[in-house]
């Protein structure tokens, strides 16, 4: 029951309602059951979810088992009523009965041998059972996996557990950030919760969210503006004047790890652009940087375009001067990258 859904069924276009629907009804045992049971419940979000009803009878699925003597290959036989308000699902699996059940196999042939004669009761009575220790293992699975529910991922009881160790627990729900530190950040958890944080996690975060190439130069030295109110004077009314301690020559200082210089490519010219401002991935990137360096942490953007994608400047097409303009696109001087585009974190204050 580990495969959310059978690999053949895959599709990339979207399906309607009915002819979801109708897949369900022909090919239900290629489902696995907690994916299926998401299915139904999105179909009829307005019923009880399964196992949280005070009675079966108003939950959105009913579970009933099928019997037979033998290893079954799929979690799923069938769905019956698939139209109607409470659905009717046939599993396979966690059964009173049957050749994995605790009963013994006398009780399961007689069991068997009463729904041949069309006397169901005895079954109907171990599907009240069935019913709900399915249900239970379904709020099991439920809670502690983020792609079974049927709300958003950071939304599960898992989601907010993962959201708070990120230190996103609490957040304004009009913060701009939120855009970007969503539900893509739950997977980078382990990487963020560290204390410690290093280049090499920050690639790995940057490389994976965009799916772009990423290199991090550290101790890319800067000068540091001194604030003047933190500047050093002598005389009467001096300030931060003790030789070896405060005092400071000059209105600024040279810091050799105020900065970090992040490569991203080759990038074909889409992704290059996506980058420049107002691009989407412009932005996020300031602020996944921000989130996980911290605020004060300076950087500076090289953004490498494959030489094969840079672009012919043609007036009148909105091409931006230093960002999307090349002149002498054929010369031999080029090398297999194009490094010219560097952005320091000035350029990129948009919240």
């Not at 042939?109 to 399915?134: E, G, P, Y």
């Amino acid at each position: 029951m580990e495969n959310m859904a059978r690999t053949r069924r895959r599709t990339d276009t979207p399906l309607k309602k009915r002819s979801l629907i109708g897949l369900l009804s022909q090919e239900a045992d290629q489902f696995e059951f907690h994916a299926l049971v998401k299915i139904l419940e999105c179909l009829n979000p307005e019923a009880t979810p399964l196992g949280e009803g005070h009675h079966p009878h108003t939950e959105s699925i009913r579970i009933k088992t099928h019997l037979e003597f033998g290893f079954q290959t799929t979690d799923v036989v069938g769905v019956e009523e698939i139209e109607s308000p409470q659905p009717i699902i046939k599993t396979n699996f966690l059964n009173l009965a049957g050749i994995q059940g605790p009963l013994p196999t006398p009780y399961t042939q007689m069991v068997m041998d009463r729904d041949r004669q069309k006397d169901t009761a005895l079954h109907s009575f171990l599907d009240i059972f069935n019913h709900r220790l399915i249900s239970l293992l379904h709020r099991i699975r439920k809670k502690y996996w983020v792609g079974v529910a049927a709300n958003p991922p950071e939304d599960t009881f898992m989601g907010r557990m993962l959201r708070s160790i990120l230190g996103l627990g609490v957040v304004n729900k009009k913060d701009r950030r939120l855009q970007v530190l969503n539900r893509s950040l739950l997977f980078y958890t382990g990487l963020i919760w560290q204390q410690r944080r290093s280049v090499v996690a920050l690639e790995k975060l940057l490389r994976n969210y965009f799916n772009v190439p990423v290199k991090i130069d550290q101790f890319q030295g800067a000068w540091v503006k001194v604030p003047l109110d933190q500047q050093t004077k002598i005389g009467d009314d001096g300030q931060f004047n003790r030789l070896g301690e405060t005092a400071i020559l000059g209105d600024r200082f040279w810091e050799q790890q105020q900065s970090i210089k992040i490569h991203v490519g080759p990038l074909g010219i889409k992704g290059y652009i996506n980058f420049l401002k107002p691009g989407k991935a412009y932005s996020a990137l300031k602020i996944l940087v921000a989130f996980f360096c911290g605020e004060d942490q300076d950087f500076h953007l090289n953004l490498i375009l494959k030489k094969e994608e840079v672009p012919l400047v043609k007036l009148g097409q909105g091409i931006a001067l230093h960002w999307t303009s090349w002149l002498n696109r054929k010369s031999t001087e080029w090398t297999k990258d194009d490094h010219q585009n560097t952005m320091n974190k000035k350029a990129f204050k948009i919240l």
